[in-house]
């Protein structure tokens, strides 16, 4: 008896070390595979929709491997910012019915649209928290100073400090429900440094300029963010890669300025006619067009009760009286 018990515990043993042997390899061949052909496959699609989708259903799968004792961090990473941008999206929806519940008097639909609003936003702040964080395992925590990168992971670098700042306006939207700390800002803005401006388009420099807009008392003395972020957008047009633009316009909708918003907007949609995207990054593209497209129909929906052109080339011509929607917000 005992003979067959030690035989059972002896194949169960070997039985498992090699599922672990298995499960190990597969884990390093997924994440090789989504370095080298998934995550450029991604950037070069402008189907947005498309890939927030596999973010989302892929990002558990890969991070599941971690488990076996493989690196997945980088895969994991630019799965869970696209994981993000889907909550990103349902949050612009959510925000674009608010505004119109609000324009018919529906206060009951209105205040339900912006709660539904906040909570999404809290799911995008907690998903790009997340690519942020794959983002600190791989490359370390920040010391104030750059660690050693190689050209192949400089994208990821750049990609982990996109998604630090995406986490940092989301929880602020969402009234701190994702819980982001206070570390995150200056990672990025000391981050952003690590990597060459023109090399990638301006985003560095929009980085650093959002953080200088968004978190009072960041900027430096004898810096000016607003002419550091015109700067970036200059280098992301010329680039055909407009990723400077997105955080541009993010930063413009957090202080409120309509007529700056529209100008920004129009300035968008006309440079896109005039200079070709890189085909290899039309995910960035469609990222920036997106955040433009919804501001528009923001001030669309407010001054009409429909959605803008999907080119965001236009705006109503006659601005109409607000008192009505004020009042009606003072009320919720």
């Not at 596999?54 to 491997?65: D, E, R």
Request: include cysteine.
């Amino acid at each position: 008896m005992n003979k067959r018990i030690l035989f059972f515990v002896t194949i169960v043993t070997i039985t498992l070390a090699n599922c672990s042997i298995v499960y190990r390899v597969t884990g390093k061949t997924l994440n090789s595979y989504a370095q080298d052909h998934l995550v450029p496959h991604y950037l070069a699609s402008d189907d947005l929709d498309a890939i927030c989708n596999g973010g989302t259903a892929l990002g558990p799968l890969v991070a599941s491997f971690e488990r076996t004792g493989a690196s997945v961090e980088l895969a994991t990473m630019v799965a869970q910012m696209g994981a993000g941008m889907c909550a990103e999206k349902q949050a612009q929806e959510a925000e674009l019915l608010y505004i119109a519940a609000v324009r018919k008097g529906k206060g009951d639909e209105a205040l339900d649209n912006q709660a539904r609003q906040i909570r999404y936003h809290g799911i995008a702040a907690k998903r790009y928290g997340d690519a942020h964080n794959r983002f600190i395992q791989y490359f370390g925590e920040w010391n104030g100073k750059c660690p050693s990168i190689s050209e192949h992971e400089e994208l990821y670098y750049l990609v982990g400090l996109s998604s630090g700042l995406l986490a940092i306006l989301h929880d602020f939207a969402s009234q701190g429900y994702a819980g982001i700390t206070r570390e995150v800002p200056s990672v990025v803005a000391g981050g952003s440094k690590c990597l060459d401006a023109k090399k990638w388009w301006g985003t560095p420099l929009a980085l650093e300029a959002v953080v200088w807009l968004s978190v009072p008392g960041a900027t430096p003395d004898g810096k000016d963010a607003s002419k550091q972020m015109e700067e970036a957008v200059k280098l992301g047009d010329q680039a055909g890669v407009r990723m400077s633009r997105a955080f541009q316009i993010q930063a413009a909708a957090g202080k409120g300025d309509v007529e700056k918003i529209k100008k920004l907007i129009l300035e968008h949609s006309k440079v896109l006619s005039q200079i070709p995207a890189k085909k290899e990054y039309l995910f960035l593209e469609a990222f920036a067009e997106n955040l433009s497209r919804h501001e528009s129909d923001k001030i669309w929906m407010k001054e009409t009760g429909h959605r803008g052109p999907i080119n965001f080339s236009s705006f109503p011509g006659k601005k109409k009286n607000n008192k009505e929607e004020d009042d009606l917000l003072k009320d919720l």
